[in-house]
């Protein structure tokens, strides 16, 4: 296939499985959590197995999408298993802990995946599915069975109308969105934008320092950072979160050819994302009602659509538009997307109890 043939290839596949993660991710709550976690692994393993073995790229497009849609499914209820066992007081920790290591999974894989297709172009998809079997045992051995929540206890029945009718959720998704947009595929929007500004080999320069900046920060600050978010101080420390966002991309402007602005911009840059991380799942965590932990996340999952449309849009404001007035929209973006979620708190006060 051509470049563009396999981008529409992979767009095609990415929304896919979002729109079917939304729904089999709402379907979860009707489930047990660790029944519907292990068959989301055993999809995944086998969207990863079967992708080797077929030689009709619609049958790969379909196996990827399975990839996806599973990935999405079990990460969403993965969240609601946190929200629903967990103590108030650990929810951010254990998901700073597990974004942390997500990070790292997401730094180690491309480069060993590249290492890897240099002996076989089948290595890769055979190593995922390998790793896959890890998480299946440890959460076969470690989580226990999900506790079935009854509705006359909260007041409300498990429906998908309530999703629709939440404000608050809608202002939390939107600004999911903006800030998705914005954070979710930095590293290409920058790639685009250094190569339009300078060229290919010094656009490769600045990703080799950007990615290593973005890593170590969430590696190393991510939990400590994550477990002081509180209802108490939420609203400030998103704003903190969002000055930083503000701050890096501005810093990008003005980088140019130095590396050290271009990590220093990356390094205030991921400030923001780390502290918008565990915020976005504390906010959406209180407003979902108990046995609908699973249905609110899926719901807030589709914020990850902003990170998917980010280089198309990225492309057009580079094509049409002076290079650095992409920084400025992706600042005004994010400047929105912090409006939008204190909209949220303010259509579910914070402090009280979620209410359908």
């Not at 767009?11 to 379907?27: E, H, Y």
């Not at 999974?105 to 890769?124: A, E, R």
């Not at 589709?302 to 290079?323: E, Y």
Request: net charge positive; hydrophobic share 55%; aromatic share 12%.
């Amino acid at each position: 296939l051509s470049v563009d043939l396999i981008g529409y290839a992979m767009t095609i596949a990415l929304t896919i499985g979002v729109v079917f993660s939304l729904g089999f991710g709402i379907l979860a709550d009707k489930f047990d959590k660790k029944r519907y976690m292990l068959l989301a692994i055993t999809a995944f393993a086998s969207g990863f197995i079967a992708i080797p073995l077929v030689n009709n790229v619609t049958l790969v497009v379909l196996f990827f999408a399975l990839i996806n849609c599973a990935y999405s499914v079990f990460a969403t209820v993965l969240k609601a298993w946190f929200a629903d066992n967990l103590s108030s007081t650990s929810k951010t920790k254990i998901f700073s802990i597990n974004y942390t290591m997500l990070n790292i999974g997401w730094t180690i894989g491309p480069p060993l995946g590249t290492l890897l297709v240099m002996q076989s172009i089948n290595l890769p998809f055979w190593l995922a599915a390998i790793c896959s079997a890890f998480p299946m045992l440890f959460i076969q051995i470690w989580v226990k069975r999900s506790e079935k929540i009854i509705a006359t206890e909260t007041g409300s029945a498990w429906s998908p109308k309530v999703l629709l009718q939440d404000k608050a959720l809608l202002w939390f998704t939107c600004s999911g969105f903006l800030a998705s947009f914005v954070s979710g595929a930095f590293a290409s929007c920058i790639s685009q934008y250094v190569m339009v500004i300078a060229d290919g080999d010094f656009a490769e320069k600045v990703v080799a320092v950007v990615l290593p900046v973005n890593a170590a920060m969430v590696v190393t600050l991510q939990y400590s950072v994550g477990r002081r978010l509180n209802p108490a101080n939420i609203r400030a420390l998103m704003t903190a979160g969002t000055l930083c966002f503000v701050i890096g991309l501005v810093g990008f402007i003005f980088s140019g050819n130095s590396l050290l602005l271009w990590g220093m911009s990356a390094a205030v840059f991921t400030v923001g994302e780390i502290i918008y991380a565990p915020g976005e799942y504390m906010l959406i965590d209180h407003i979902a009602p108990p046995g609908m932990k699973a249905s609110y996340f899926s719901a807030q999952s589709l914020g990850w659509l902003g990170a998917a449309i980010n280089p198309l849009v990225s492309g057009v404001v580079l094509t049409n538009l002076p290079p650095s007035s992409l920084f400025i929209i992706l600042t005004l973006v994010i400047i929105a997307a912090w409006v939008l979620m204190l909209k949220g708190i303010r259509a579910r006060p914070w402090g009280q109890p979620a209410l359908c």
